[in-house]
Nanobody
Framework: VQLQASGGGLVQAGGSLRLSCAASGRSFSRDVMGWFRQAPGKERVFVAT???????YYSDSVKGRFTVSRDDAKNTVYLQMDSLKPEDTALYYC???????????????????WGQGTLVTVSS
């Protein structure tokens, strides 16, 4: 499956952005979709996941501000980001885990396919 992330941009602190990740090649309806981010000079870290059941999980740093959703008919997953902070500035990646395990869903190594990343810059 190929993933194409989009929707990044420059926004002021307190603003909102919605990222999209479109999958092609096959349906991802049975997969777990994840969002990760990587700030300059830092490791790629977990942001959120959404399971095929619709269950969602978030890192503590974004909980209450970000919302992940999926539209299996469109093969697309979304990340709605509200109340953005300068520390949210990063490259955001979507990824698919075809053999998900609950306890490892936040590990980047669990994901087999990655999109190219979309840059989010939050100014203060």
């Amino acid at each position: 499956v190929q993933l194409q992330a989009s929707g990044g941009g420059l926004v002021q602190a307190g603003g909102s952005l919605r990222l999209s990740c479109a999958a092609s090649g096959r349906s991802f309806s049975r997969d777990v979709m994840g969002w990760f981010r990587q700030a300059p000079g830092k490791e790629r870290v977990f942001v959120a996941t959404i399971w095929r059941s619709g269950a969602t999980y978030y890192s503590d740093s974004v909980k209450g501000r970000f919302t992940v959703s999926r539209d299996d008919a469109k093969n697309t997953v979304y990340l709605q980001m509200d109340s953005l902070k300068p520390e949210d500035t990063a490259l955001y990646y979507c990824a698919v885990d075809s053999s998900p395990i609950f306890s490892t869903q936040s590990r980047a190594s669990s994901y087999s396919n990655w999109g190219q990343g979309t840059l989010v810059t939050v100014s203060s």
